[in-house]
């Protein structure tokens, strides 16, 4: 017995051990780009980038106050707020609901939509990515062209609808049908079924989706380098290649501190719902 506790602690020792290395590794590319953020451009270049910041190197918010002021940050910041709240709405909205269908319909036509959705996961990007920009150039439906920020929401969606729709299922399966059947009996139609009764209970996958989506869609450069204009639009992950200076020269500094006002708030968001995350996977596969 006593043999068998000493090798369930050395090895949960070394657990800790390797673990606590493999969190060194995630953690240190963070810390330097953090720390050469508040360096002064020529300390960045040197031997000096793998120290800590001194009286010498020390430049101050100089940098983030650069990264503001150059390249339209502000504009771009405002373009990847509005893509990812508008994609994020639409998909937590369009998603729960094709999940409900998918869940409580049983025919043919909803297992053909779940098993599209669920075989959507597994496609790479790269197979459609050359197609999907000429086909977002021009399409025009009802006088709207899907190369503006104001419409590649609908495109997240089409992308993020598989992983959604798979999460949201899994849930609806654990919620009791006579619930529903309580509320269709008091008079409420199909709609206000969902919005009064399966929508609030919604909540804890709703959470766990809208961060992982907003995570995706925040720092997504390739799908936004391939169908907006990027002489009009830019979002924050197309803007962060621009910091160049003549004959090539990238000016660190600025990108390194722009690269963290970047980060800040996807991190915000990810500690705040970090708990629900895996309340909402754990709930999603109660009977998924």
């Known amino acids: 017995m006593n043999k068998t506790k000493k090798s369930l602690g050395s090895t949960s020792t ?12 995630y953690l240190y590319p963070i810390v330097m780009v953090v720390m050469n953020s508040f360096k002064k451009e020529t300390a960045i270049t040197t031997a000096e980038t793998f120290t800590l910041p001194n009286a ?31 994609s994020v709405a639409l998909i937590l909205l369009c998603c729960s ?14 297992k053909l939509i779940y098993m599209l959705c669920a075989f959507s996961m597994v496609v790479p990007f790269q197979m459609v990515m050359f197609t999907l920009s000429q086909t ?41 049908l006579e619930l529903e059947e309580a509320a269709m009996i ?15 209970l919604l909540k ?10 907003t995570m995706w869609v925040w720092n997504d450069y390739l799908l936004p380098t391939l169908v907006l204009d990027i002489k009009k639009y830019r979002t924050i992950p ?8 003549s ?22 968001i990810y500690l705040l719902g970090q708990k629900h995350i895996i309340k909402g996977v754990l709930a999603g596969a109660v009977k998924g």
Request: net charge positive.
């Open 56 to 86: 010498e190197t020390f430049a101050g918010f100089q940098n983030y106050i650069n990264a503001l002021r150059a390249q339209g940050f502000l504009q771009s910041f405002g373009y990847s707020a509005f893509i990812t709240t508008s």
């Open 136 to 176: 977002a150039d021009s399409l025009n439906i009802f006088g709207l062209r899907f190369n503006t920020p104001w419409t590649i929401c609908f495109i997240y969606l089409g992308f993020g609808a598989g992983l959604a729709v798979f999460m949201f299922s899994g849930f609806v399966k654990s919620i009791p």
């Open 204 to 213: 804890p996958t709703m959470i766990s989706v809208g961060v992982l989506e």
């Open 97 to 110: 609901m094709c999940a409900w269908y998918i869940t409580r319909v049983n025919s043919k036509l909803s």
């Open 238 to 245: 197309m803007l962060i290649q621009y910091f160049r200076g």
């Open 186 to 200: 008091d008079g409420c139609n199909p709609l206000q079924t969902y919005f009064k009764v399966v929508f609030p």
């Open 14 to 25: 070394l657990g800790t051990i390797f673990f606590s290395i493999i969190c060194v590794l």
């Open 247 to 268: 004959y090539g020269r990238v000016e660190l500094g600025s990108m390194m501190a722009c690269i963290v006002m970047t980060v800040l708030p996807v991190v915000i």
